[in-house]
């Protein structure tokens, strides 16, 4: 903006004319007295804290985040899969498919990795049970934690002719009657809490005739129900294999966390 | 001279201004009042500029401490403390002009409109006493006459008269031409009278 030079003169004529203005203090130390009395009124300063200590909390806070989230963490543990149906299986199909010896010897471990001792029954039941019972079982009884067990109960061949038909019950009175009385027995044991190195050793203890006995029985069972057992083994399939629908375990956006906590606890520092 | 001594006197040695800034934000009575006298009359004189009577100016200049009080620890060493003063007293003024507390403010007498040819003469105001050149400034249109003492004596740009005033730049502008033709048209009017 271009000024007039008359207009500039003005200007400065005004600022020289009030450059030395003033009236003096002394006639109007009422007017301090007003001021004094509302100054004394006002509250006081608030006293936080310094930024001598709040930078450096700050600072260290943010500090130990960084390093707690750069530090390794575990593993998360891997998802069980869904073990009541498994433990539902084992009560059916075990006694069914397998010979007897085997079954009361399984029946022991059953409790501690109850899924593929099904697995082994239903799957593999021509053959060697017991090298694949020595890999699976410790890797099981390694992952999941030995549990106190339910006793478990033999199921009796006039519980089974209560719930199935004649064509169903015969095989199953047969795996009774063929069962040795010491393993029936062992069978009875109400003690399932088998430590992991006993599973090993109840593993490698099968009797050599256990897989003959199984392959001897499971197929003459099969013929007497191949359709139900296709479906069956299906239906555990899909319960195995099934994933828990429950909430999964937060990932990712954990600074998004961090930052809302750290947020909060500077707000309540201050 | 042993060597501590002579580190401190070579030290830059902290101002009256300083200690006594210290001693106000520690909130002593003593600070407070020693400060108070050492502005109040500068600060009684720019007030008196904006209001039309001293106790109007004094008023202005209560509400101005207060807040110097009361935000002294917002101070920056930036500026000097009187110009941060004179800025709360300015800005504490035309809040009383906005706020209606100016008793004079609709009771100025209508101006007659200068003649359009009239020039703005830059020595019209020389040689005037500091009271008369007031009671010429006392007759403009109190916006005219705030924009003038804002641009011309306290050395506001026309965007901060436009912010602080709530108007727009060119209204800013458009005020304090209207007002230097205005004060050259009363002194000329006065100067009249006089010789008549």
């Not at chain 1, 008359?6 to 009236?23: C, G, K, N, T």
């Not at chain 1, 430590?195 to 007497?224: C, D, I, Q, R």
Request: proline share 9%; hydrophobic share 40%; charged share 20%.
């Amino acid at each position: 903006m271009s000024t007039d030079p008359e207009e500039h003169l003005l200007d400065q004529s005004l600022r020289d004319a009030f450059r030395d203005y003033h009236l003096p203090p002394a006639g109007h130390m009422h007017v301090w007295d007003q001021v004094e009395e509302r100054i004394a009124a006002l509250p006081a300063p608030r006293t936080g804290l310094s930024y001598r200590l709040v930078l450096p909390l700050t600072a260290a806070l943010g500090v130990g985040v960084a390093v707690g989230w750069l530090l390794p963490r575990p593993a998360a543990p891997p998802v069980a899969p869904a073990a009541a149906p498994a433990v539902h299986a084992t009560t059916w199909v075990a006694p069914q498919h397998a010979a007897p010896s085997w079954a009361a010897h399984v029946g022991a471990a059953s409790t501690v990795a109850c899924a593929p001792v099904h697995r082994l029954a239903s799957k593999t039941a021509g053959r060697n049970a017991a090298s694949h019972l020595s890999v699976q079982l410790p890797k099981q009884a390694a992952s999941n934690p030995v549990k106190p067990a339910r006793p478990s109960k033999p199921i009796q061949a006039e519980q089974v002719a209560r719930v199935l038909p004649d064509s169903a019950t015969q095989p199953t009175a047969r795996l009774t009657a063929l069962a040795p009385a010491p393993l029936a027995a062992d069978s009875n044991r109400e003690n399932n809490n088998l430590p992991a190195p006993e599973l090993s050793t109840a593993a490698s203890a099968l009797p050599k005739e256990a897989p003959a006995k199984a392959a001897s029985v499971a197929p003459e069972h099969a013929t007497a129900h191949p359709a139900k057992t296709a479906k069956q083994e299906e239906v555990n399939e899909k319960m195995l294999y099934r994933k828990p629908t429950h909430r999964q375990p937060e990932r990712g956006l954990g600074w998004r966390r961090w930052v809302t906590h750290l947020s909060q606890v500077v707000h309540r520092i201050l | 001279m042993p060597k501590s001594r002579a580190l401190f006197l070579s030290m830059p040695a902290t101002t009256d201004l300083d200690a006594l800034l210290a001693r106000c934000l520690r909130r002593e009575p003593a600070a407070q009042r020693a400060l108070y006298l050492r502005y109040a009359g500068r600060m009684l004189g720019i007030a008196r500029r904006y209001a039309y009577t001293v106790p109007e100016a004094e008023d202005i200049l209560q509400d101005a401490f207060v807040k110097v009080f009361a935000h002294l620890g917002d101070y920056r060493a930036g500026g000097t403390l009187e110009g941060w003063i004179r800025r709360i007293v300015v800005t504490t003024a035309i809040s009383h002009w906005r706020s209606g507390q100016l008793r004079h403010a609709s009771e100025a007498p209508p101006l007659d409109e200068p003649p359009a040819s009239m020039a703005v003469d830059g020595t019209a105001l020389e040689g005037l006493k500091v009271t008369e050149v007031l009671k010429l400034i006392e007759q403009l249109p109190h916006g005219c006459r705030v924009v003038l003492l804002l641009y011309a004596v306290d050395g506001y740009s026309h965007s901060e008269i436009a912010e602080l005033l709530g108007i727009q730049e060119s209204t800013s502008k458009a005020q304090l031409s209207k007002a230097r033709k205005q004060l050259t048209y009363l002194y000329k009017r006065q100067n009249d009278f006089i010789r008549l």
